[in-house]
């Protein structure tokens, strides 16, 4: 049992030891040619800043970047824009960002303010695990919570709505459809009657 | 109002005889239509300005918070949700009382409901518009809002608020709307082509050619059972959404497994205070004394009066098992002794003490009573809310400085409007739609509309039928004429 458990710690150092996963910059579907190139850097002192720059080329200073995060806290998989920053002399902007959870971020960047830009054009994967070494205690202690189960929970919900919205407008349908053919109805039925 | 202003011969059958329930209808015919036909008076063109100009000021004040930001309406880094979500939970929480109550009636088959479910299904309709307009002064990018549609984010509480209040708000047009069709039929009728030829052609189409056959009536009859169905659980859970708009937020103070209830009882029980306010309002001016008696007040006010130790017992569950363990327990402090104690201590007072108290004495069980005691419970339910708001807010999570929030002329300017609002839109919608449900209190008759007769007076009924009928539907009518006004005592 006790091996077991040092075979455990043992493990949980091994993935702790590497914080970042690298991933390859790719254009999102539907989104305009890739200007930007992304990438996100392990650089920080305390060890779970993230450093994310974006490299717009040298010719591009002075241009506003957003930064994404893709949301997945319980179902969603929206983008959450992070924030602007602009490119310096050498077409690179860079921002700083904390992730609180555990596994899978997927982060994005696109060229032009939040108030411009509402998807990135580019996005990059990235791992974040638990304790990673160097770092005595880390602030990243929890995975995301209910990412799949929150969707079917949320999805159901959503579904149950639906069926709502069916059962009202329905209802309404019904009443404005069938009302005056029963009046019609009536009144053809009183005339066949006096005939 | 001039009383020929209404065509007489549509208020009589096609006999033309004005026997006894007749009489009864061509009475509720006129005190409901009245309102809606005929000219309208001074006091009511000199009300709704007044009122229409203090809606105007709160929609300036918007328009200066707009420019401004959300700091004119006192809004800071700590208190980043105060008066407005305040607002929007009162408004729309008054709303679900409305109809649930005139669901749960209607369900129940309460023949006494019939003169209040037009007045309590309209205040659901305004009161929920309102509060879902509410929504734009608390965001801090309002011209955002069409976002939220757009770029669906599923995890997001205000995703869900947004399609919650908008079913919501789906269900009570229908819910306000189907009871109308046989209402507009006889409105439609009695105003005649000729007087209002624009009018005339709106009510013809909302009556879809109602004839009140039995077949029409069974259909609105089933289509409104089950909208009564849906009406009620979707209140119940759409509040619950509401709620979770807090309680999903890692906030002491609001992260509470006790919310949803919490909220939906806050709803039921200031939404009933509210009906029995407006009630009482439109009895006086709208002249409705015969069709809205004491009977009608002081059941709202049991119903009301148990909301409201309901509540009470779920307030004393939220502060106990907080409290109890006191990790977190500062805000518990402020709310009872601290800063927040006086509106803390108000609500005690004029949301629970003396509301029940007014209901549990017989001597002031009656309609001045039961509306002074519901204007208590919905001001004092209105600063509870404060009170679940702001302490949880203001809290420090790191460090032990206290936020502030004060009221600003902003906030408190367009609180103050959406308050007006109220009674604004209703009397505008009493000005195109009948005040009272005709088709409802013609079909239940005078006994079951009002009830003012007691056993003893039934019992004499008995006796001499020319005061009691039963008409082909089985009802026992009153004919109105002649009848002692003697109520039950309760």
Redesign the interface.
């Known amino acids: 049992m006790k091996s077991l458990s040092r075979w455990l710690i043992a493990a949980v150092a091994t993935i702790g030891s590497v914080l970042v996963v690298s991933g390859t910059a790719v254009a999102a579907a539907g989104q305009s040619s890739a200007v930007l190139d992304l990438a996100v850097q392990t650089v920080s002192a305390n060890g779970v800043n993230l450093a994310l720059s974006a490299q717009a080329g040298s010719g591009a200073s002075g241009q506003s970047v957003t930064f994404f995060v893709q949301?997945?806290?319980?179902?969603?998989h929206?983008?959450?824009a992070l924030g602007t920053s602009v490119t310096n002399s050498a077409g690179e902007a860079t921002y700083t960002y904390t992730p609180t959870w555990t596994g899978t971020e997927l982060f994005g960047a696109a060229l032009g303010s939040s108030d411009a830009v509402?998807t990135p054009s580019v996005t990059k994967s990235f791992q974040v695990l638990k304790d990673p070494p160097g770092v005595p205690q880390s602030v990243i202690e929890y995975s995301r919570p209910l990412g799949t189960e929150?969707?079917i929970f949320?999805?159901s919900?959503?579904s149950v709505?639906a069926l709502?919205?069916i059962?009202?407008?329905g209802?309404?349908v019904?009443?404005?459809w069938?009302?005056?053919r029963?009046?019609?109805?009536?009144?053809d039925t009183s005339q066949s009657g006096r005939n | 109002m001039k009383e020929t202003d209404i065509n007489e011969s549509a208020l009589l059958n096609e006999n033309g005889q004005r026997d006894a329930e007749q009489a009864w209808a061509a009475d509720v015919r006129r005190a409901a239509i009245r309102p809606t036909i005929g000219r309208a008076s001074v006091a009511w063109k000199l009300s709704v300005t007044v009122l229409g100009l203090v809606v105007l000021a709160g929609l300036g004040a918007w328009i200066y918070q707009f420019k401004r930001g959300l700091g004119a309406a006192g809004y800071n880094d700590q208190a980043f949700w105060a008066v407005y979500i305040v607002d929007v939970v009162t408004f729309i929480g008054v709303s679900y009382g409305g109809a649930v109550i005139s669901a749960i009636l209607r369900l129940t088959g309460q023949s006494w409901r019939a003169p209040l479910t037009r007045l309590a299904e309209g205040t659901a309709l305004v009161t929920v518009l309102i509060g879902a307009l509410f929504i734009f002064p608390h965001l801090g990018r309002p011209e955002r809002f069409w976002?939220i549609p757009i770029?669906?984010?599923?995890?997001?509480p205000l995703f869900?608020d947004f399609?919650?209040i908008s079913?919501y708000v789906?269900?009570t047009v229908?819910f306000f709307?189907?009871p109308l069709?046989p209402d507009m039929a006889i409105v439609n009728k009695t105003l005649g082509r000729a007087d209002r030829p624009a009018r005339f052609r709106i009510y013809k189409a909302l009556s879809?050619?109602?004839?009140g056959?039995e077949?029409?009536r069974r259909?609105?009859h089933s289509?409104l059972t089950?909208?009564s169905l849906?009406i009620i659980p979707?209140a119940v859970s759409v509040h619950s959404v509401l709620s979770w708009a807090f309680a999903t937020t890692s906030r002491p103070g609001w992260m509470e497994s006790v919310f949803p209830p919490y909220f939906v009882i806050a709803a039921l029980y200031s939404g009933t205070a509210l009906v029995i306010v407006v009630a009482s309002a439109f009895r006086k001016g709208y002249r409705l004394e015969r069709f809205i008696t004491k009977r009608h007040f002081v059941r709202l006010g049991y119903i009301m009066a148990a909301l409201g130790l309901v509540y009470a017992y779920l307030t004393i569950a939220d502060l106990l098992s907080e409290g109890y363990t006191g990790i977190t327990s500062g805000w518990i402090r402020q709310t009872i002794a601290g800063r927040y104690a006086i509106p803390f201590w108000f609500y005690v007072v004029f949301g629970e003490v003396l509301p029940i108290a007014l209901v549990a004495v017989k001597k002031t069980r009656n309609i001045k009573g039961m509306t002074v005691a519901s204007v208590g419970v919905v001001i004092a339910l209105w600063v509870k809310r404060i009170v679940i708001v702001l302490p949880p807010v203001t809290q420090p999570l790191i460090g032990g400085f206290w936020g502030t929030y004060h009221f600003t002329w902003v906030s408190i300017t367009i609180t103050v409007a959406g308050v007006a609002a109220i009674p604004f839109g209703l009397m505008l919608l009493f000005r195109f739609l009948p005040v009272l449900s005709i088709d409802e209190m013609e079909e239940m008759g005078e006994l079951g509309s009002v009830e003012q007769v007691s056993k003893e007076t039934l019992a004499v009924q008995k006796q001499a039928p020319a005061y009691a009928y039963a008409n082909g539907n089985g009802h026992v009518n009153g004919n109105g004429v002649g009848m002692p006004e003697k109520e039950v005592q309760l």
């Open positions: 949301t997945q806290e319980f179902s969603s929206g983008w959450m509402a929150g969707g949320v999805k919900i959503l709505l709502v919205w059962l009202l407008l209802s309404l019904l009443v404005v069938r009302m005056p029963l009046t019609r109805a009536s009144v | 976002e770029y669906v984010n599923t995890s997001s869900w399609m919650a079913t789906l269900a229908i709307y189907l069709v879809l050619k109602w004839m056959n077949r029409q259909l609105l289509v089950l909208i849906i979707l």
